[in-house]
């Protein structure tokens, strides 16, 4: 009996999670000179829209469980790119807060966007198609 369905090549999973390396690979020349790592950096741009988020909403935003989530927010306290705060309503949850170093890499982040996106051979039209392809997948929320 063949296997085909077993072949990497025939794996829809692979090329995302391999392109998805790439791509964050792509990003470590501009995040390093800010000191901070891909996931912080999509952290940072949640907060800069949310900006006092709870913990799980952070990690609704982000796909994070908070196993993930709880020592990558405590490294960035220590960085003082954000502050964790208790809520006085529910002891249970604990809110988000940017620091003013967390807002000052927001100018600082700005370019990297871009610089990305020019750094990838893609037409704006297959860009588009992707990016519509991917949220219909995430928006699934998986099995």
Not at 81 to 110: C, F, M, N, P, Y
Not at 112 to 124: C, G, M, N, R, V
């Amino acid at each position: 009996m063949a296997y085909d369905q077993l072949k990497l090549e025939n794996q829809l999973c692979f090329p995302l999670y391999a392109v998805s390396r790439q791509i964050i690979r792509a990003y470590k020349p501009f995040l390093d000179p800010l000191n901070i790592t891909y996931t912080q950096y999509i952290t940072l741009m949640a907060l800069w829209e949310h900006d006092g988020a709870s913990v799980k909403e952070l990690g609704r935003l982000l796909h994070l469980d908070s196993g993930t989530l709880t020592p990558l927010l405590k490294k960035m306290e220590r960085q003082h790119l954000v502050e964790r705060i208790r809520s006085q309503a529910d002891e249970r949850t604990v809110h988000i807060h940017l620091t003013e170093k967390g807002w000052a890499l927001q100018d600082a982040a700005s370019e990297i966007p871009a610089k990305l996106a020019s750094s990838f051979e893609l037409s704006q039209d297959d860009g588009m198609a992707l990016y519509r392809i991917l949220h219909v997948i995430l928006a699934q929320d998986g099995p």
